[in-house]
């Protein structure tokens, strides 16, 4: 897949995408992911109608010291009140087993996510499993560093990201969590590609979070990365808005996710960013396919067009268009966890038919 960091894989338009589905029944939700993207990279389902342990933070908090949830108000939030010391010391012993650059094992395990805080995981490996066969390709997807720490708060309500003690915990965890997903899905899938995602970034360089550092940022996402890399895996950052995606090409990953529906001129206001990408054999995904009501009124020839629109913007910045469609990847715009069922079917849909469409466009059949 790759030589010398130089990633020689080319998706063509390969479809994938984003966690979150509105079924209520894993085993169902599972079979359809893996028919619906049986030619691309399928995905696990994140649940959130099954309840609080399958929200976007919660459903990766096991192991992490001092997170509480507090089930009576339907959220969580991290003591730092209490005498931490010992977890801490326990943590970071677990974590230097696994991850130690030159004496780690490797071994995630400490970092699972049980079947209480995921059904989803299971059921696809359950249904890989009956196959007995590998797939091409597999998706996984962690909640970012970023959205984590800045979403989730203290016992004074003050988001943890500004806790530098537990920042670096939970940048570690949410590693060792990426790690595990790996290489649980290696034994189904040759290819493994891992999301990190990150919907807060949309909101970098606002008011209301003037004081996050560029600089963190991009070392936060760069050390989740570098874990991604060390299991073989590419690494993909998904963010449901505008960003400064430049912090993304810095940070090493390997696939940008961009809401190409509604925001996909913006990544053309970074050119020579995603020439340093493409350079080192990165890839766009295109989320051209809307998450919203809004899918009710597109065709594959519509988004097929608009897609086409972003791509040329992009391409007029003196990028091949060769280039990018050859490096392009078809996802939703975002998740469908809080769509109606058929709608979020639909969505599915489109993207695998969008997928097939752009591949005969360009004759990557």
């Known amino acids: 897949m790759s030589t010398d960091n130089i990633i020689t894989f080319k998706p063509k338009f390969l479809c994938s995408a984003i966690g979150s589905l509105p079924y209520e029944n894993a085993d169902a939700a599972a079979d359809f992911i893996l028919s619906i993207l049986k030619d691309g990279a399928p995905i696990w389902p994140q649940l959130s109608k099954l309840g609080l342990n399958e929200q976007m933070e919660i459903q990766y908090s096991e192991g992490i010291p001092s997170a509480v949830i507090d089930r009576e108000k339907g959220r969580m939030f991290i003591d730092t009140a209490s005498d931490y010391s010992e977890k801490f010391a326990e943590f970071y012993e677990t974590y230097m087993t696994a991850m130690d650059p030159e004496s780690g094992n490797g071994d995630c395990e400490a970092m699972s996510i049980s079947e209480d805080f995921s059904k989803g995981i299971y059921a696809v490996e359950r249904a890989l499993k009956k196959r007995g066969e590998k797939i091409p390709w597999f998706k996984v997807q962690t909640t970012g560093p970023c959205s984590f720490a800045l979403t989730i708060v203290d016992e004074n309500k003050r988001a943890i990201f500004y806790n530098e003690e537990f920042r670096d915990v939970i940048v570690k965890a949410l590693a060792m969590k990426c790690r595990w997903q790996i290489q649980k899905f290696k034994s ?3 290819n493994i590609i891992c999301f990190i995602d990150e919907p807060i970034l949309s909101a970098f360089g606002s008011s209301t979070y003037i004081s996050v550092k560029r600089e963190d940022v991009v070392n936060l996402l760069k050390e989740v990365v570098d874990a991604i890399h060390a299991d073989g895996a590419l690494a993909g950052t998904h963010c449901c808005g505008n960003t400064e995606w430049s912090i993304l090409v810095d940070a090493g990953v390997d696939i940008i996710n961009v809401d190409a529906f509604n925001y996909g001129e913006t ?36 988004l097929a067009v608009r897609l086409q629109k972003v791509m040329d913007i992009l391409s007029s910045k003196g990028i091949d268009e060769k280039q990018i469609a050859e490096q392009a990847l078809i996802t939703p715009s975002c998740g469908t966890g809080s769509m109606d069922l058929e709608d979020a079917r639909r969505v ?7 997928s097939r469409f752009m591949k005969h466009k360009y004759k990557f059949n």
């Open 348 to 354: 599915f849909e489109t993207t695998a038919e969008l």
């Open 267 to 302: 990544i053309s206001m970074y050119p020579d960013a995603i020439k340093k990408l493409f350079a080192r054999g990165g890839m766009i995904a295109w989320g051209a396919v809307p998450t919203s009501k809004e899918i009710r009124n597109q065709s594959v020839e519509t």
């Open 188 to 190: 189904y899938a040759k």
